[in-house]
């Protein structure tokens, strides 16, 4: 009895084992119900610049944007320029950081910052620039570290970048879906 119960649960976690770690991550892109094929899929993400004095600010963009592109898994990413489709450009061209709300002693209670990066995607055989919607996504994030709910500069610029990768991943994605197909989801 128990040795066929134990043979049961081994064949359902080995099927289940084979549907979930070797199917295609995310939601394949379709037109008109065809999968797009994986060379056409395939992105090299360009690590992001920064000319503005925020430091740090570009690498945590450029990693969030790696991971909000792979979680949504419309492209393949890769770290090998030569072998991409595709490549995506960031440059962060503007932060900064306002006190909104002072005190009496001229002290900040909140601030604001405000980030734009601007955005470039490319063919890589041709270098042909595919159009975007907006080639500058503007961020804004409002925050303090003394009233209602605390936290510090950098992790409102966390909470920022996060948004940003967002708008970069939806950005890239339309862009690239309309100059495959033709047309917009």
Not at 49 to 55: D, K
Not at 59 to 78: A, H, K, N, S, Y
Not at 112 to 137: A, Y
């Amino acid at each position: 009895m128990y040795s066929r119960v134990l043979y049961l649960v081994i064949l359902l976690l080995f099927i289940a084992r084979c549907s979930l770690f070797n199917r295609e991550p995310g939601r394949p892109p379709k037109i008109d119900g065809v999968p797009i094929s994986d060379e056409k899929r395939i992105l090299y993400i360009q690590n992001v610049r920064n000319n503005t004095y925020a430091a740090g600010l570009h690498t945590r963009l450029t990693q969030m944007v790696i991971e909000e592109i792979d979680r949504r898994g419309r492209f393949i990413t890769t770290r090998d320029k030569s072998k991409a489709t595709y490549r995506l450009y960031g440059e962060i061209v503007h932060y900064q950081k306002v006190g909104d709300l002072m005190d009496l002693a001229d002290q900040q209670l909140t601030s604001e910052l405000f980030v734009v990066t601007r955005l470039e995607l490319v063919q890589s055989d041709s270098g042909l620039k595919l159009p975007l919607e907006r080639n500058e996504i503007p961020g804004r994030v409002y925050f303090s570290p003394q009233l209602g709910y605390r936290e510090s500069e950098v992790e409102a610029q966390n909470r920022l970048l996060r948004v940003m990768a967002l708008r970069i991943a939806e950005e890239a994605e339309r862009s690239w879906y309309y100059a495959v197909a033709g047309k917009i989801d």
